[in-house]
């Protein structure tokens, strides 16, 4: 499968509880903050759920 590369770009402060637990599990923390996954649908649905928030990189 192919991979993507998440980036936290803005912080998550004043979203809703459900953006934030969603920042969460995809493992970002702070700004700039980086992390690979897979690319499947479930995760694509988490991104686009917080899309204002994160930058996505095909790899």
Do not use: F, W, Y
């Amino acid at each position: 499968m192919a991979k993507i590369k998440v980036t936290l770009i803005k912080s998550p402060i004043g979203c809703k509880k459900d953006q934030i637990a969603t920042v969460e599990a995809l493992g970002l923390k702070k700004i700039r903050d980086e992390k690979i996954h897979e690319d499947c649908a479930q995760i694509m649905g988490m991104v686009k759920k917080i899309n204002h928030l994160v930058s996505v990189e095909e790899l």
